[in-house]
C-alpha cells in the first residue's frame, strides 16, 4: 500500500496526544543501528532515554549492561506477587539506513504523510513496542494494569540478540511470568487485527571460493585458470531445482505438514497472489508448486542468497580474473527443522559439489528455531478477544509469519512460558527498507490492545 493510499482509505478516528508524539518522534531520532560499531553510542543513549521514560511512567526501570548492547528492564507489580505477570518483549535497535538507500529524507528524522510515520524504526520496532509502553502508562494512571507487567528491550534483536539468553538467565526469577507478549509481526492487511501463531526459523552462512592467488589479466590466463565467480554462480545455481525446491539431502526430512485448519485459515488472510507481487513490486511471482504465496512465506522452508560478490566493482571495464567470489546465504526453517542440523547439509552439500579447481571456505553465522504455538489453547483466546475490541469488534486472523525471532525461543526453553505474537505491522510498512512507515493511529489503536490483552490475560 502506497503512503498515500492510507490517508484515502482510512478514517484516523484514533487520536494520538501531542506528547505521545513528540516522545515516540524523540524515540525514532537515536539512530540505533546494531550492526553499526560506530553507533555505539547512540545505542547507549536510547538505553538511557528508554529507563527515564519508563521511570516517568510509573514503572521501576534499570539498564543492563552486557558485552554487546544494554537491555532494559521495566517493572509494575501490584498485590504482592498473587496476579497473573506479563512479560512484554521489544527491541530499540534497527536496521542500517542510508540516504543512498533510496530515503526520500533522513532515516531518522521521522515526517509524517498521510498519516504515516517515515523513519528507520518507525515499525521495527520502536512504534510497536511503544505502543504497549503506552498502553501500560494509561493503565497505571487510572490505578494500574490488570496483571504485573515486566518489559524486557533489548538493543541486538537485529544481529541475532547473542546476548539476551544471558540476561533471562541471570534474572530467571525477576523475570518469572505466565506469558509473554511480542508485537514484532505483520498484521494481515490495514485494520485486520492479527494473531500470529508461528515463525520461521532461520540459518545464516557465507561462502568463499580462492582460485588464484590473486587477480590475475583475463587475457593472459583466461581459459587456463577457473573463475571462481563461475564456480560460484554454478553452485548457486544447484540449491534449487526448476519446481523451486531446495536440493540439499535431507532438507525436507523433518518439514511437517500444515493442518487443513491452517490451509483455511491462510486462505481467509485474503491475501491473493497478486497482491503479494504488488507489494513486493515483482513483475511475477515464483516458487514451490502446490502452495499459494501467502501459504509459501509461512509455512514452507526456503534457500535465499542475499549478495554475492567477486571481481572488479568499478566504474567501466576491468579485464580480470578475480582471486575471490563470496555469497551470503539465509535459510528460513518451519517448525521441527533445526539451524544447526540445516547448517551442516548445506555445508557437507556444497563441500561434495565443490570442484577441486577452487578452495572453499564456508562461515556459519547466526541461527534462529523455528516457533510454532497453537493459538487455540491457554492464552490464544485471551489474544483473539483482545484484537477483536482494540479493532472495534472486528474478525481476527491467524497467521504463520516468514521471518524469524529468535528470542520466542528462548524466552520459552528459559523462562518456560509462550509469546503471544500480536503484531501492529502492515504488510508493506517497508521495515528493513527505505522509507519504513507506521500508521500513528496504532499508538494508540496498540495502547487499547495492550491494556485489552492484560485484562483479558488476567481472566483466563
Known sequence: MLVQ????????????????RSDYFDFLR?????????????????ATWLEKKFGEMGMEAEIVATPGAPVVLAKWSKGGGKRRRVLIYGHYDVQPAEMGDGWTGDPFEPRMSAGMVLARGSTDNKGQIFAHMLGVAE???????????????????????????????????????????????????????????GLRGITALEVELTGPSHDLHSGVYGGAVVNPIKVLTQLLAGLHDDKFRV???????????????????AKDL???????????????????????????????????INGITGGYQGPGPKTVLPS??????????VPHQDPAEIAGLVEKHLKKECPKTVKMKITCHHGGLPYFCDPKKDFGPAA????????????????????????VSVIRKVLGVETLLVGLSLPDCRAHGPDETFPIEYLERGARMNRALLREIAEV
Not at 293 to 303: D, L, S, V, Y
Not at 324 to 333: E, G, H, M, P, Q
Open 270 to 304: 485474503g491475501v491473493s497472489d497478486q497482491e503479494v507481487r504488488r507489494q513486493a513490486g515483482s513483475p511475477a511471482l515464483g516458487g514451490e508448486p502446490g502452495y499459494t504465496a501467502i501459504e509459501r512465506i509461512g509455512m514452507r522452508p526456503t534457500a535465499e
Open 139 to 197: 493503565a497505571i494512571k487510572e490505578g494500574g494494569a490488570a496483571t504485573d507487567v515486566v518489559f524486557v528491550v533489548e538493543g541486538e534483536e537485529e544481529v541475532g540478540s547473542d546476548h539476551l539468553e544471558a540476561v533471562l538467565r541471570a534474572r530467571k526469577e525477576e523475570l518469572r511470568c505466565d506469558v509473554a507478549v511480542i508485537s514484532d509481526t505483520n498484521m494481515a492487511g490495514p485494520d485486520q487485527p492479527t494473531l500470529t501463531y
Open 247 to 265: 536440493t540439499i539431502p535431507g532438507f525436507y526430512k523433518k518439514v511437517r505438514k500444515p493442518a487443513a485448519w491452517e490451509r483455511k485459515a
Open 5 to 20: 493510499e492510507w490517508g484515502q482509505r482510512q478514517d484516523r478516528g484514533v487520536p494520538v496526544s501531542d506528547q505521545n
Open 30 to 46: 537515536f539512530p540505533t543501528v546494531s550492526a553499526d560499531p560506530a553507533r555505539d553510542p547512540s545505542m547507549r543513549d536510547c
Open 384 to 407: 483473539v478477544r483482545a484484537l477483536s475490541q482494540a479493532w472495534d469488534g472486528k474478525k481476527v486472523h491467524y497467521l504463520l509469519e516468514g521471518g524469524t525471532i529468535p528470542i
Open 324 to 333: 575471490k567470489a563470496s555469497a551470503k546465504l539465509t535459510f528460513r526453517l
